[in-house]
């Protein structure tokens, strides 16, 4: 055995002094191991960040390697075998443990074993450190750091291997949460996200933090089935309330799947691959998971192009944009209530476009502000002429939460108002029902702002995402709009608790001063039930299609 070099005999020193310097002048965790009692000294911040039972701790090589995650714990008893049986002094393994915060992080423990004259071991001292210091980890997170990815995917086809699964994971809508506190809680939610799906993920699998709000998750020799039932797992997980210092959250996640040996034979073909499936996710709506196709990388140039086509249309003075109306009726008489005001878009280049797929992209894209302007603007003005023939009239207009988060949104509602002389009763903004849930600590103070100034707030979509009859007490929505998702099934005996929600609704609105809009009403018999159940307005393809000014004025005014 190679014998080590000592400290001359001429060079005397301080022996706790020495100790305590050490441990002094450095962040890494110190222990010192007797092992002829099996008692180890550990350094003041080992105790505490592990939760050890204080400085002197009675067989601490088992005890610390209980802390060690499941998949690497042969590892680190086979370097500890190697040393206790002569093999070699020298332990230098790296391995997750488990902190007394609960979560895993990575470090890279180095140790020497000293014998007596007899090769009888005498000591083993040793430090152990996280390897963020070494740039391999995420400090933020814990996981390993996207050049490790890199790293991980290419030793592992240089060993041959040829077949794996990885899923590209991104938080929805990241940026919600970040404005709920502030960046530091944000980053704490990506370190709880992290650490939670950590202990989801397979044994021989690895996971990554990639940059901003996405991870990556490489599982070895997996099939698609084996990749869309983890990720089953994380939906399920990301899909329900989450808490942190008191504060409550909701974040969903979108992923992309790509198949090394099907989608790709290499690192960055992998990435390009998820890449292109996520994109996808996230186009369709979000809160799902795609696996990559050869035809996604079509669909991604379409999506460009069409981008592209948005962004010229609203740089050359709002170009193939047009606002069409859909009327609100009265429930009692069916008497004219309103009208919702809704963004359209036909570009000759491109045909017609959706607004379920043309808004998405005017929304990532930013030009949503822009665009929302224009159709606020719209609207007023519309809202302003209509009420000289009906008094009453109320204007209902959508916002993104992107424009609402805007610190001069509320201004720029003043702005229109005194422009057009409209008394605010006039004008109803509606918002999408899950940021109700979700971002309501940040709306909260907007909301107020709006109905300081008699702009109601109706909360559309109820139904579709986080709401529960519970939340609604909490809510500053004036209106709950029921979606057609409910509507459509309210008369079939198999989906009787459609129509005993859609009552439930109602009632506990009406309790708490809430006035309920029934959306979706398409057939007569559907009509005639929402009727009998006493919402107080009623919008739907029965009453009218949402229709230009012109045939509007028409239909209204002249007919």
Not at 236 to 245: F, M
Not at 255 to 271: E, H, K, S, V
Not at 420 to 441: G, K, N, Q, W
Not at 475 to 491: E, G, H, P, W
Request: one cysteine or more.
């Amino acid at each position: 055995m190679k014998q080590h070099e000592r400290i001359p005999d001429s060079f005397h020193i301080d022996t706790d002094a020495f100790y305590n310097a050490i441990v002094k002048s450095t962040e890494d965790y110190i222990y010192i191991v007797d092992m002829s009692t099996d008692t180890s000294l550990v350094s003041e911040n080992m105790a505490r960040d592990f939760d050890l039972p204080g400085r002197l701790v009675p067989g601490l090589i088992p005890l610390w390697g209980e802390l060690i995650h499941e998949k690497d714990k042969k590892r680190y008893y086979d370097s500890i075998e190697e040393m206790l049986s002569g093999y070699t002094d020298i332990h230098n393994v790296e391995y997750q443990v488990l902190n007394k915060k609960n979560e895993y992080i990575w470090v890279c423990c180095r140790g020497l074993l000293s014998r007596d004259g007899s090769g009888k071991p005498t000591m083993f001292a040793g430090v152990v450190t996280p390897v963020g210091s070494k740039g391999k980890m995420d400090r933020t997170t814990g996981l390993f750091t996207q050049e490790e990815c890199k790293n991980h995917i290419e030793a592992y086809l240089n060993l041959g291997n040829t077949t794996g699964g990885f899923l590209l994971l991104g938080i929805d809508d990241f940026k919600r949460i970040n404005n709920l506190k502030n960046h530091t809680f944000g980053d704490s939610v990506l370190r709880k996200i992290a650490q939670d799906i950590q202990h989801m993920i397979p044994q021989k699998a690895e996971i990554f933090r990639f940059d901003g709000d996405e991870g990556a998750v490489f599982c070895p020799e997996a099939t698609l089935d084996d990749m869309y039932s983890l990720y089953s797992r994380i939906h399920i997980y990301a899909n329900k309330e989450h808490e942190i210092d008191g504060i409550s959250y909701y974040c969903t996640i979108s992923a992309g799947i790509a198949m090394l040996g099907t989608d790709a034979d290499n690192y960055l073909d992998l990435i390009k691959c998820a890449m292109s499936a996520l994109e996808a996710s996230k186009k369709k709506g979000k809160n799902m998971c795609t696996a990559f196709t050869p035809d996604l990388l079509k669909s991604n140039l379409y999506i460009m192009e069409l981008t592209n086509e948005l962004q010229r249309c609203v740089i050359n003075d709002m170009e193939g944009f047009s606002v069409v109306y859909q009327p609100l009726v009265r429930s009692d008489e069916l008497k004219l209530k309103g009208a919702e005001a809704l963004l359209r878009w036909y570009s000759p280049k491109m045909k017609k476009v959706g607004p379920g797929e043309f808004i998405p992209l005017l929304e990532s894209s930013g030009n949503i502000v822009t665009v929302g302007k224009w159709v606020l603007d719209k609207a007023f003005g519309t809202c302003k002429r209509w009420i000289a023939k009906w008094p009453d009239f109320v204007m209902n207009i959508n916002v993104s939460y992107v424009q609402i988060i805007e610190d001069d949104f509320v201004p720029y509602i003043e702005e229109l108002l005194k422009k057009y002389d409209l008394p605010a009763r006039h004008i109803v903004l509606e918002m999408t029902e899950s940021y109700f849930v979700t971002d309501m600590p940040t709306l909260k103070a907007t909301f107020q702002r709006l109905q300081d100034i008699d702009i109601c707030i109706a909360m559309d979509d109820f139904g579709t995402g986080y709401s529960s009859l519970g939340m609604l007490s909490q809510t500053l929505a004036d209106i709950v709009k029921i979606d057609r998702m409910f509507i459509s099934l309210i008369n079939d005996k198999e989906h009787f608790f459609n129509r005993s929600f859609i009552q439930a609704v109602i009632n506990l609105c009406h309790s708490i001063g809430i006035s309920v809009c029934v959306e979706g009403v398409e057939y007569e018999d559907e009509l005639d039930t929402v009727r009998s159940m006493s919402a107080d307005s009623i919008q739907g393809y029965y009453i009218s299609k949402p229709v230009t000014p012109e045939e509007f004025e028409e239909k209204y005014w002249n007919g």
